[in-house]
């Protein structure tokens, strides 16, 4: 069988089910996970032939060891791994207690970590695969009320891109999808907050809390288009390291660009002076 073998994680809803649905439809065999038996059931029950649902949980790495030990005894091979699965979370850093960041840490970044490196040694042995990290525009800029999720995010991004470098040598292609607004859940009910709320920071992450509230259902972004680009980010000769989806993503990346250059020109006779003569 020539068709690929898709392990995307978190494709119970949002962009990981529109992915789930448009690789089905292009020809490839998915392998999805979710944290329900009875999702996995239903889903199992109405894809027999294409599809096969999983029961797993990236925040046990037991539970991810085994799962992946016992796919690739089944199908021989994972040719392309989607770390999907996430939280979002909205708070300002000093209302969020250490206990609120470690949940957000766990599946954005630990778990991602742990899905990579159990899933490398096999595609290792093949000589290729793909691996596609679901990052965010806030993997690159950072939004008062949004601090930690964009920690986890920049956390996933610096280990991906150097792994990159690691593994191109490999015949191992690494992608990081940098969405903008899109309509999942994810601003709705997958929306995590700190319990904490202090008033001081109303005119700053309380403003983007509320937005973020009354964005939902509203966003500009389409998950099927979405999932239409990751597919053929995937199937290119050359995919790029960064795929920035949505109009919203390339404004805020194009001003954190801008930002950096800035500050790069305004303290560069700094910088060249802070070395020996």
């Known amino acids: ?21 448009s690789v089905i439809e292009n020809g490839d065999f998915v392998i999805g996970t979710f944290r329900n038996q009875s999702q996995v059931d239903a889903f199992n029950k109405s894809n027999t032939k294409n599809a096969q649902a999983i029961l797993l949980d990236i925040t046990n790495e037991k539970n991810i060891e085994d799962n992946i030990k016992k796919l690739i005894s089944e199908h021989g091979k994972i040719d392309v791994l989607v770390n999907n699965a996430g939280m979002g979370f909205v708070g300002a850093v000093e209302e969020t207690s250490l206990k609120e960041v470690r949940a957000v840490f766990e599946p954005n970044f630990f778990g991602t970590l742990k899905m990579t490196q159990t899933v490398l040694p096999y595609m290792r042995k093949e000589k290729s695969g793909s691996i596609v990290q679901i990052s965010s525009h806030g993997g690159i800029k950072a ?42 859940n994810f601003a709705g009910n997958g929306l995590g907050q700190a319990e904490s709320v202090i008033d001081d920071y109303s005119e700053t992450a309380g403003v983007f809390r509320n937005k973020l509230k009354g964005v939902d259902g509203k966003q500009e972004g389409d998950p099927v288009k979405a999932s239409k680009a990751i597919i053929d980010l995937v199937n290119s000769e050359n995919p790029t390291l960064r795929l920035p989806l949505g109009k919203v993503a390339l404004m805020t990346i194009g001003m954190k660009l801008d930002s950096v250059k800035s500050d790069l020109e305004m303290n560069r006779k700094t910088a060249e002076n802070a070395v020996y003569a």
């Open 1 to 21: 069988m020539n068709n690929k073998i898709w392990l995307i994680t978190g494709i119970s809803s949002g962009l990981g089910k529109a992915l789930a649905e």
């Open 143 to 184: 939004f008062a009320g949004f601090g930690i999720y964009n920690a986890s995010k920049f956390a996933l991004e610096g280990f991906s891109e150097a792994m990159a470098q690691e593994v191109a040598p490999l015949g191992i292609k690494v992608s990081i999808v940098e969405p903008g607004p899109f309509r999942t």
